[in-house]
């Protein structure tokens, strides 16, 4: 369970980390009115003093993180299939799709099918700056595939595989066929208190709030902006 929950918090660190770089070196840009920039976009976000009421940014942070998406995605939305183009590039020795588009489903909180930069900004403001309770729930929304309020045994072995697909045949050390199940026995050893077969979300959140390792994961997120 300990080294499937590192792999796939090492892969959303990097995914981070990656948009991070991406968009600081958007600051190199000549500077441009912000409120040009949004009228020219198919669509255009909520004003910046309202996202930064919603979320834990400041709205010079805000302006950053616009330049940086407007920047890389013209349009203002990011759909299924070029969010997975883009996670792909951080795992070339596997195969993402499946997993990205978990994440996908994560970001797309209002499951509209596009990732716009609302979207965008309160995801990163809970995983970089929520507390964590939030980052947590967040996780779990993640694991929970279709929204019922659970993690069943079956949503959970779609996700390890998914993790396991991303990190490819290069993985050291090399898994094995039946290691897939292993971490979801584990895994439901650990968070299933009551037995009953799936994992709530004060089960899920209890768990990890008693597991050192998993708390200490949280802080990667912290100072990444």
């Known amino acids: 369970m300990a080294g499937c929950a590192k792999r796939c918090k090492q892969g959303l660190v990097k995914f981070v980390l990656s948009l991070h770089k991406l968009i600081t070196g958007t600051l190199k840009k000549d500077k441009i009115d912000d409120d040009f920039e949004m009228s020219i976009v198919c669509h255009r976000p909520e004003g910046l003093d309202k996202l930064e009421a919603q979320s834990n940014f400041s709205k010079r942070e805000l302006q950053v993180l616009y330049r940086g998406f407007k920047n890389e995605c013209p349009s203002g939305v990011v759909n299924e299939d070029t969010f997975k183009q883009i996670y792909a590039q951080f795992f070339p020795h596997g195969d993402a799709s499946s997993y990205a588009h978990y994440l996908f489903d ?31 729930t967040w996780t779990f929304n993640l694991y929970d595939i279709n929204r019922d309020g659970y993690i ?37 050893q650990k968070m299933d208190k009551n037995r009953d077969g799936v994992v709530t979300l004060d089960e899920f959140i209890l768990s990890c709030q008693e597991d050192e390792n998993i708390m200490r994961s949280l802080q990667l997120f912290e100072n990444v902006i």
């Open 106 to 136: 994560a970001f797309d909180s209002a499951h509209s099918g596009s990732i716009k930069f609302e979207d965008f900004v309160m995801a990163l403001s809970i995983l970089l700056r929520g507390s964590v309770r939030e980052k947590l």
């Open 152 to 188: 069943n045994k079956e949503e959970m072995t779609d996700i390890v595989r998914a993790i396991y697909d991303m990190m490819g045949k290069y993985t050291y050390p090399a898994l094995k066929t039946d290691t897939p199940k292993q971490h979801v026995d584990a895994f439901f």
